[in-house]
C-alpha cells in the first residue's frame, strides 16, 4: 500500500495565463508567489504553491501527493507496476519545476495523472494575499471516475484512502482525519473535477458569496451545507471554466475504527441540506 500523507499540488493547463493569474489573485484570493511565461504559482498556506497554472494545453492536469518517505517512491513504483501501471521518476528539472526534491508521475486506472512527491518545498514567510477570502488552507480536490467501484478500489487498496461517505457512485476519501482530501464523481472526463480551499467561518463564505456576484462570477452551487462533511460552501467557475469551491467547518474523523462510510442517495438534497440545488454536472443525475 502506498501511504499518502497530504494532498500537496495542482498543475493546471490554461490558455491564457495572466487570465488566471487575475482570478486566483483577485478573485479566488490566492498569492502569486512566482511566474515565469509559462508558469504561475500560487498559494492559500504557507507551502511553496497548491496551484500552478501552466499556459498551453488547457485540458492538461495533473494532482500530487506527498509522500513521507524517499523510499516510498521505490515502494510504490514497484506497487504501481504489479497493477500493471507504469511510472516514471521525475528528472532533476521536473523536481525544479514543482518544486520538490523527489516525483514519480504515473496515471489512475480513470487515466488522471498523479504525482508523488516527496520534500515539496515549504515557505518561512506567512501567506499574504492581495484579496482577504479567509483561505485557511487548500482543502481538498475532486478527480473524475469512469468506473467508481475500480477507482474506489485503486485509491482505497494500493493507495492508503478511505471512504468516508459515498454520494450515488461518487466517494469522498480521506487520507488523514480530515473527512476528504479527494473526492471521486463519476462522468465520462478525466481529470481534476473541482478545487476546494478552506476558509476560516460561515462569514467568509458568505462574504465571498456576496462578492462574487459583485464580480460576475458564475456561482453554480450554493451557499449550502454538505450533510456529508457538515461544510458550508460555495462553488463558482474561473475562467477556465472549473468549478472552484470555499467551504469551511469540515469534519474529521476521529474515531477511525469505528467509522463507517454511509452510501447517500444522488439527490440535490445529498449534496446540500439547505436545499441549494447544484448546476454542476457530477452532482446531478
Ligand atoms: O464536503 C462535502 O461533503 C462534499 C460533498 C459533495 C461534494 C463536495 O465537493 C464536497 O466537498
Ligand atoms: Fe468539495
Redo the contacts with the bound molecule.
Sequence with gaps: MIHLHDISYLRLGCQNLSEMVEFATDILGLELRHKTDTHAYLRGDSSAYNICYIEGDADYDACAFEVRELSELDKAEKELAAEGITAKRATDEECEERQVNSALFFADPNGNRVELVYRPYQTGVRYFPGRDAGITEFG?F?LHTGDSERDIRFWTEVMSARVSDK?GEGA?LRIDPV??KI?LFASEHTGVQ?V?FQVASIDDVMRSWYFLQEKNVPIVFGPGR?P??T?M?IYFLGPDKRVY?Y?SG?KRITDEENHTPRQFEMAPTS?CMWGAKPNVDE?SE
Design positions: 481538498h475532486g454520494i469522498l473527512h476528504h473526492a473541482h476546494n454538505h456529508t462533511s461544510a460552501f469551491e467551504s469540515v449534496f452532482f
